[in-house]
């Protein structure tokens, strides 16, 4: 079971979902794992050295007291709907390496060389064929950039710098049958198309950075070996290069040194912002899912003029800066404590370990680099801590590990817990479809219809904000006015109070209605909202435009003027 997690995970995506890319993954990443955590469990017995136990522990045990004085009250323990980085996620991730460490290394290793054979060839294949011009619906091209079967670039750079070594090391051991040997060869292949396409300059420096290492760790047996290594690293710098010139991912390289790129020299202010936020809120952070909202606390007239905020930043784009934001500096250091303990045993497979499982710990290494300037993902991360997890159970010396009885309870828990995730995440996969058709009748100018599938959605999941805020826009179109908008819009509040997308379009309502209405009760209201949002966050252009339009409406027009102004003084400068 675990083996076959690990394709599905990857491949799985809903065509007929509003976010394809979410809702189906996470559904079968939780339902996975937990599943896979029963089985393991029925067997009687954990393995899990103590430090690295502790390390799990002191982890898990701060981001629950993260999420506990974290500013979002709902979504710092489930997760946003489109992040799902909640405190159950890590909750996953713990356990999900604490499975993978559990595994029979003998017979658990046959199986998950099929299972990651079979994720490399579906995304590379699935990578190549956008890179020629596929339309698969909503697998389509992001920008000039491959996405594949997550939705993100950045995500398709981190899965192929885990697979990719992985499927080579696969392809040259000799000791794997000839059919998976080939089917290693093809994802390779298919999956250096997808790195380079992807333009995730993340993932280019974890496969860079986890190539030296084992180039270095190994490089006794390279000089043995100079001239197949020499032509083997030719074929390879050629064929790279050739797809970096056939694709934007030149470009993309040579904007990591722009100041103003997105993720260039520009991710020093993006670092800067969240270390402003952790030195306010050092010891518990701002909960996981907490820094949307905090965001403001660190930003400031710079950011915005060199940056903007479209779309909304709601992570560091920096993995421990990020524990940090979610659990507080004690989480990030317990967080660097436990990638140290357990990267100690991915690196001793690397020197030391023999066949495939040299790839997979090479991907492993290449994917943590990657994420120290990325951030963890619910798609992504619990699966690389169950590989982490079987990873350190085939390195060297990992026998010496002591083996804990599972208490009788623990199985009929995981199995109801599974359950559930099945329950949750189906329900939540058939909300996302009833909100799509809402999306399509929308653009059919079919107010009614739009209206019917929209609050059909959020009756099935109420704690997702923006079935709230699709409600909202539903009832305008059907022809109810902005009164059910703004109704609409305090139900999305009411599902997170802070959140700056839903307060911002509360304030357009609320100044729409007042326009409607010309109400003097209505206008005061929107400006007062208005005016709270620049309070919050002082450096917003967004908000500035909001109280200059609230303010025109109550007939304030000198406050308007003064308010505009400032939101000009705040736009990025335009291009040319």
Not at 84 to 104: E, I, N, Q, Y
Not at 145 to 169: D, E, M, Q, V
Request: include cysteine.
């Amino acid at each position: 079971m675990p083996a076959a997690l690990v394709p599905v995970a990857f491949l799985a995506v809903d065509p007929a979902g509003w976010y394809p890319f979410g809702p189906a993954k996470v559904l079968v990443v939780s339902v996975g794992i937990l599943a896979a955590a029963a089985v393991v469990a029925g067997r009687g017995v954990w393995r899990l050295e103590r430090s690295t136990g502790a390390a799990l522990a002191a982890l898990v045990g701060l981001l629950a007291i993260g999420a506990a004085a974290g500013l979002d009250p709902r979504y710092a323990w489930t997760g946003t709907p489109e992040r799902a980085m909640g405190f159950a996620t890590w909750a996953l991730c713990g356990l999900a390496l604490v499975v993978g460490r559990s595994l029979d290394p003998e017979r658990g290793a046959a199986t998950m060389a099929v299972g990651l054979v079979a994720a490399s060839v579906g995304v590379g294949v699935v990578a190549t064929a956008e890179a020629l011009g596929w339309d698969a619906g909503p697998i389509g091209l992001g920008g000039g950039r491959l996405t594949g079967t997550f939705g993100s670039a950045a995500y398709l750079g981190a899965a192929t710098a885990l697979l990719l070594p992985t499927a080579i090391g696969v392809a040259v051991d000799r000791s794997q049958v000839p059919w998976l040997r080939v089917g290693g060869g093809m994802g390779a292949a298919f999956l250096v198309v997808a790195c380079v396409g992807s333009g995730a300059r993340a993932g280019w420096v974890g496969v860079l950075v986890a190539g030296g290492l084992l180039a270095w760790s190994r490089r006794a047996l390279l000089r043995a070996n100079a001239r197949a290594t020499a032509a083997a690293a030719g074929l390879g710098l050629v064929a790279v290069a050739g797809l970096a010139a056939w694709s934007p991912a030149g470009h993309r390289a040579a904007s990591a040194f722009d100041a103003d790129a997105p993720g260039g020299r520009g991710r020093l202010d993006e670092w800067r912002v969240a270390g402003r936020v952790i030195a306010r809120h050092p010891l518990t952070g701002v909960g996981p899912e907490g820094y949307r909202i905090a965001f403001a606390e660190g930003a400031d007239d710079a950011y915005e003029r060199a940056h903007g905020r479209d779309p909304l930043p709601d992570r560091a784009h920096a993995a421990a800066l990020d524990v940090a934001l979610a659990g507080g500096v004690g989480a990030a250091v317990a967080w660097v404590a436990l990638v140290g303990l357990v990267g100690r045993s991915v690196v001793a497979v690397v020197r030391r370990g023999s066949g495939w499982t040299v790839g997979l710990a090479v991907g492993l290494v290449a994917f943590t680099v990657g994420e120290l300037v990325l951030f963890p993902t619910a798609e992504l991360d619990p699966v690389v801590w169950l590989l982490a997890g079987f990873t350190v159970a085939v390195a060297p010396g990992a026998e010496r590990a002591p083996a804990r009885r599972v208490p009788a309870a623990v199985v009929p828990a995981l199995a109801a817990l599974a359950a559930l995730a099945l329950v949750v995440g189906a329900s939540a996969v058939v909300a996302d479809r009833r909100a799509q058709r809402s999306v399509a009748a929308l653009a059919d100018d079919d107010g009614a219809a739009a209206l019917d599938r929209a609050e059909a959605a959020a009756e099935l999941r109420p704690d997702v904000l923006r079935y709230h805020l699709l409600v909202a826009r539903a009832r305008v179109a059907a022809g109810e006015g902005f009164r059910g908008a703004v109704a609409a819009d305090r139900d999305a509040l009411a599902v997170s109070p802070g959140d700056p997308i839903a307060q911002q379009a509360l304030v357009r309502d609320l100044i729409a209605r007042a326009e409607a209405t010309t109400l003097p009760g209505h206008a005061a209201e929107a400006l007062d909202r208005a005016e709270a949002l620049v309070v919050h966050d002082p450096s917003s252009a967004v908000g500035w435009r909001l109280v200059a339009s609230a303010a025109a409406v109550a007939g304030d027009r000198d406050r308007a003027v003064a308010a505009l102004d400032r939101a000009k003084a705040l736009d990025p400068p335009r291009p040319g």
